[in-house]
């Protein structure tokens, strides 16, 4: 396990009360992996875009439709489904897989350029992905921010049979090869390893089921009698090891 990196807010609500509610706004890697605790909250800026990563049947429907109230989510079941819902029941996916992978990005793109938070479900192995999403959102002054869920494959193969829908062999290897990768090149160099999103989130089983809510919220209102504080780009520009060249 790696050292967590937090900048930002954090601070529990109700003190003293059971089930006291933490309210976390993370900047960095935030690794919270291993650690028990009561429920925590969420906090990003407006207008931000969450992706939220993992394995197959790790979890992430799940805590997706658990944040939904809170933005719009972009799962890309839903266009697998509604492909299906309109090819004869003998077609195989893999025949008309294209179109749902093409209505599934129109999709995504509508939504990014909307200009609204966002929860992106993806399997965290393209990083083109997440650099494409930051480069949409950043042009429009938004944050892309990152959850990345590690719960090991046997975990996940188990969140497969209990959903009566397994993922092929070949492509739960393709993603926990990806995955595998991620992790480790976070280990060796912390939040520098993905420098497209502003944070990420890492959670394993028992912290998933901490993170409850989320929310999306404006920037204070800056006062006139202060100067203006450094941008987040620079700030973990000023802070952040570089990669070895």
Do not use: I, N
Request: aromatic letters at 6%; a positive charge.
């Amino acid at each position: 396990m790696f050292a967590m990196d937090v900048r930002g807010r954090q601070k529990a609500a109700g003190e003293g009360a059971a089930g006291a509610v933490t309210a976390m706004s993370p900047r960095g890697l935030v690794d919270l992996r291993g650690q028990d605790g009561g429920p925590v909250l969420v906090s990003y800026p407006a207008g931000a875009v969450v992706v939220v990563s993992g394995l197959p049947g790790s979890g992430k429907s799940t805590l997706l439709r658990r944040w939904s109230g809170a933005a719009p989510v972009v799962d890309p079941r839903v266009s697998h489904v509604a492909c299906e819902a309109v090819m004869p029941a003998w077609l195989p996916y893999a025949v008309y897989r294209p179109w749902a992978r093409l209505r599934h990005f129109r999709w995504l793109c509508a939504e990014v350029r909307s200009g609204g938070p966002l929860l992106v479900h993806d399997c965290g192995s393209r990083s083109w992905m997440r650099r494409w999403l930051s480069w949409t959102a950043g042009r429009g002054g938004r944050e892309l921010h990152v959850v990345l869920l590690d719960v090991g494959a046997a975990e996940a193969l188990a969140g497969q049979e209990s959903r009566a829908r397994r993922a092929p062999r070949r492509v739960f290897a393709r993603h926990r090869q990806g995955l595998g990768r991620l992790l480790e090149t976070l280990r060796l160099h912390g939040s520098t390893a993905v420098r497209e999103s502003v944070s990420v989130v890492l959670l394993d089983r028992v912290s998933r089921e901490r993170l409850t809510a989320v929310e999306f919220t404006p920037p204070p209102t800056p006062d006139p009698t202060v100067g203006p504080s450094p941008c987040p780009a620079a700030e973990r520009a000023e802070t952040e090891p570089r990669l070895p060249t």
